[in-house]
């Protein structure tokens, strides 16, 4: 399993970025896929994780800002981050865990990607 995180940057408060994490050497649907960041001095946290399953999970903190979608036909998927906020800072990663039963844990993922930053400063 290898995963690609893309579209980290600079972004204002208030702005927009959306991530990438493209999957390959496995069927997408198979896995749970989530994305995670760790801020300097803080510990990984799980800000949303996506299956086949309808329900997705987002940290408390993203809820109605950040969106979490897939394309299972380029088997990847995105994590749309709107009203973007400093504290929002950090460096994200995709990771993958077969199955759909899984808590959005970074211990519970067994492949990840590189991270990719985000910054959102004025």
């Known amino acids: 399993v290898q995963l690609q995180a893309s579209g980290g940057g600079l972004a204002r408060p208030g702005g927009s970025l959306r991530l990438s994490c493209t999957v390959s050497?496995?069927?997408?649907?198979?896995?749970?896929i989530g994305w995670f960041r760790q801020a300097p001095g803080k510990e990984r946290e799980g800000v949303s994780c996506?299956?086949?399953?309808?329900?997705?999970y987002y940290v408390e903190s993203v809820k109605g800002r950040f969106t979490n979608s897939r394309d299972n036909a380029k088997s990847t998927v995105y994590l749309q981050m709107n009203n973007l906020k400093p504290e929002d800072t950090a460096v994200y990663y995709c990771?993958?865990?077969?199955?759909?039963?899984?808590?959005?844990?970074?211990?519970?993922?067994?492949?990840w990607g590189q991270g990719t930053l985000v910054t959102v400063s004025s």
């Open positions: 990771a993958a865990h077969i199955g759909t039963h899984v808590k959005c844990r970074y211990a519970e993922f067994d492949y």
């Open positions: 996506s299956s086949k399953d309808p329900n997705t």
């Open positions: 050497g496995v069927t997408l649907e198979d896995y749970t």
